[in-house]
């Protein structure tokens, strides 16, 4: 392998990170006390002011005049250990710790008609990877994504058992990327980005007990445009020092999900498969206005990622008439193949597990707190076919969720 070919797609795909974070791989599905609790399955089942944003149409059954639901979620993210080398280079390192703090909320509307209107604000992406070891930070030294989403929605009741819903989703991410290797490089990438996309949804109640629901969320691609400044000592037209407009555009990948939820006396049993559809994307393409920067890095790299599966399963129970108790699991593939697995997202299968409760503190107010565990199964990657010349093992690593929330019915 060619040293300036690793340059390349070393930084490259790093600065891709920013923009792709909410993926698969690491995106944020648990936006609510009760999506948390269940491991996001709760779609057919979703009963509360967060329908808004997991299954608008439900909103045409929910009981209550005007609903509303606040909280905030704190994101630990351990260390993720690699153990191996790159290029032939030892290269042993573990990560940083990374914490999160963020605050959301989902309103629904009274009845008009047989409409119903809700907004959501939400956080689904965003989290960052540290490194310090020599190696890593030339994919890695730093990169941060902040989105955030606003979701209003509309539900219509088709007949009292059949209705649909949909919504505009506005989203706003910004990223950061910085990439050190001392005497060779350095790179510090800001951008950020406003776009637009929809998302659609159907639920049947075949009879009281039970629902089918069907939700799909667009495919937005995400073009975002900035800054890119560093030094480039490597190749036959060094820069001492740049600072050029650059940008990048990498799908937010369409998502469709078919659930079904029956109760049981006090207990609702809810099932979830979730496709997502990554095979959208196929390479990573920037642009840099100076020449020689866009030289360099401005080559379509081969991501070749793969459509993934979901399989979710959630169970709520009403203990009593103060208390609901939830637990969930989930089994969630990686998008990303081995040849293109890298620091910046060291990817694996995962196997989710969650708790949580609702206390209902009077008839109108309730209080809600939930935990999930993300835990990422050990994934060794050999090169080949891996492209950037990893030979090793990536172990630990995963998150852990906690959520608490306000709701009131008014």
Do not use: C
């Not at 392998?1 to 797609?9: E, H, I």
């Not at 940083?96 to 989902?106: A, G, I, R, S, V």
């Not at 620091?343 to 939930?370: R, V, W």
């Amino acid at each position: 392998m060619k040293y300036t070919d690793f340059f390349v797609r070393t930084v490259v795909t790093s600065m891709a990170t920013a923009t792709v974070l909410m993926a698969s791989a690491y995106k944020i599905p648990e936006q609510s006390t009760r999506s948390m609790a269940l491991s996001a399955a709760y779609v057919a089942g979703a009963d509360s002011a967060d329908a808004s944003y997991y299954n608008p149409a439900n909103m045409s059954w929910i009981e209550g005049d005007k609903l509303l639901e606040a909280g905030l979620t704190y994101i630990h993210l351990p260390e993720v250990e690699y153990r191996g080398s790159v290029a032939g280079v030892p290269a042993d390192d573990n990560s940083k710790t990374e914490d999160f703090l963020l605050p959301y909320f989902h309103y629904v509307s009274p009845k008009v008609g047989n409409f119903r209107f809700g907004l959501s604000l939400v956080e689904p992406g965003g989290l960052s990877k540290k490194w310090d070891g020599a190696v890593q930070k030339m994919y890695a030294e730093e990169f941060t994504l902040k989105v955030v989403e606003l979701n209003p929605t509309v539900s219509y009741a088709v007949t009292p058992k059949f209705s649909i819903g949909g919504g505009l989703r506005l989203i706003y991410s910004d990223g950061k990327v910085k990439l050190f290797n001392e005497g060779m490089y350095a790179e510090n990438m800001e951008g950020d980005t406003i776009e637009f996309g929809y998302n659609l949804a159907l639920s049947y109640k075949p009879k009281p007990e039970t629902t089918l629901s069907l939700t799909y969320r667009s495919n937005v691609d995400l073009n975002l445009e900035g800054s890119s400044t560093g030094f480039i000592a490597v190749g036959s037209n060094p820069l001492p020092y740049y600072d050029t407009p650059g940008g990048v555009s990498v799908p937010l990948p369409a998502t469709l999900a078919l659930a079904a939820a029956h109760t049981f006396g006090k207990t609702r049993v809810e099932l979830v498969y979730e496709r997502t559809y990554w095979s959208e994307y196929e390479k990573l393409d920037f642009h840099f206005t100076n020449p020689v920067v866009d030289a360099v890095f401005g080559t379509p790299i081969d991501k070749d990622w793969s459509d993934t599966n979901t399989f979710r399963i959630g169970i709520t129970h009403k203990l009593d008439e103060k208390w609901t108790l939830m637990a969930g699991y989930a089994y969630d593939e990686t998008p990303i193949p081995e040849k293109t697995v890298s620091f910046e997202l060291p990817d694996s299968d995962a196997n989710i597990f969650s708790i949580g409760a609702i206390m209902q503190i009077n008839k109108d107010l309730e209080a809600g707190f939930s935990l999930l565990y993300d835990h990422k199964d050990e994934r060794t990657i050999h090169t080949p076919p891996n492209e950037k010349g990893i030979e090793g093992t990536f172990s630990e690593g995963g998150a852990i969720l906690t959520n608490i929330s306000i709701g009131y019915r008014f």
